[in-house]
């Protein structure tokens, strides 16, 4: 589900809709000087796109989308832009790359966004990850063998803060579907001893689930998917491009100018940026709960990240937890997981674990940056936050 256009540098490639839906995303990237992702109407598209046909993703709801968004400018003349829209994993995707063999990657990005999407959703019943779901001893890819072996070591690293067994209590709760639900203590209960990486049993290309156990890959999906366009992006020997799978940010090399790239991590009190941050070559992750939650009838709010410990939606002391880092896949499993920690564990992690940079934004009012981000940054004038750099 993708249209291209090829456009002149300093203008963006304009971007279709599928068939049925409203031509809304083409404002949102029309300007070079300022792509901005998460506009109103992307979230309509995203809301339309839902209605129309598209079941959840890994129980992913798109709108979380954008909580990086990318801001770029500075095409020279000798340098083609190319630009795809792609909807895949309950998400409105936006690629672009510069150069002669733009085109070509952007193909094959696109492919294989939609191969993860069927290798990988837990809600196509084809899909490697519905056949272990289903029960029974499943040999599946290397790949899928690989990527899981990855989140147990995330599970691990993280005390189980990360964990893709959830899903049951991802299934209970159904946060991101039309039909959330806030279940009994009970109901939570019975299914927290389900939750666990000790239900996963991997042993070469065989992955077998414990009776009544489920995964649920919507915390680093699309972070795998993006290193896969990342590594697609380098085959093609693309310098200067950007990808944005949702809040799943990769820049590729600098700005065509030379200049780095600058990604902007969402206010999440209210519309535009509260921090922008200058990258290059670099994966930048953001998990929040601020934008896929359900509003019980009592005004009580649950969010879609779920505490593994409790079966509860976590109740952070953050707003946004942004991780950025040379692996996707890492970056979104550590965005997901340093969120369930809330402030103080996600410092202590990053203090044991390091490797990565990191952007807090805290309910407190402060933007917590670690400090190797501290010549890449830019506050926002007026956002009202305070800028503190992390205590090494
Ligand atoms: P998004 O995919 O919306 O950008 P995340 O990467 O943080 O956000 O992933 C959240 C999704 O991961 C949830 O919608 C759910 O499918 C799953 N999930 C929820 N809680 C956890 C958890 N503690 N560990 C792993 N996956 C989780
Ligand atoms: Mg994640």
Known sequence: METRRKAPCGQAASVGVPVGCVRIAKAALRYCTCVVLLSENVRKYIYMMKKIS??????VCGITAATAALTACGGTAAQEMQSIQVFAMDTVMDLTAYGENAAAALTDASREI???ERLLSRTIDTSEISQINAGGAVTVSEETAS??????TYTAATDGAFDVTIAPLVSLWGITTDSPYVPTQQEIDAL????GSEHLHLSGDTATLDDGCAIDLGGIAKGYASDRVAAIFARHGITSGTISLGGNVYV?????NGQPWVVAIQNPRSDGYAVTVALMDSFAVTSGGYQRYYTAPDGT????????????????DLL???????NGTMADAY???LYVMGSAGAQAFWRTHGGFEMILITTAGQVLYTPGLSEKITPTEGSGYEYVSIHP
Request: a positive charge.
């Open 54 to 59: 598209r079941r959840s993703f890994l129980q």
């Open 114 to 116: 939609n191969r993860l």
């Open 147 to 152: 990527l899981l072996a990855q989140a147990q």
């Open 192 to 195: 927290l001893p389900l939750v």
């Open 252 to 256: 590729c090399g600098s700005k065509p």
């Open 301 to 316: 709010v649950y969010q879609h990240i779920l505490d593994p410990k409790t079966g509860y939606p976590v109740e952070s």
């Open 320 to 326: 946004s937890v942004s991780i950025l880092c040379d």
């Open 335 to 337: 965005s997901t997981a």
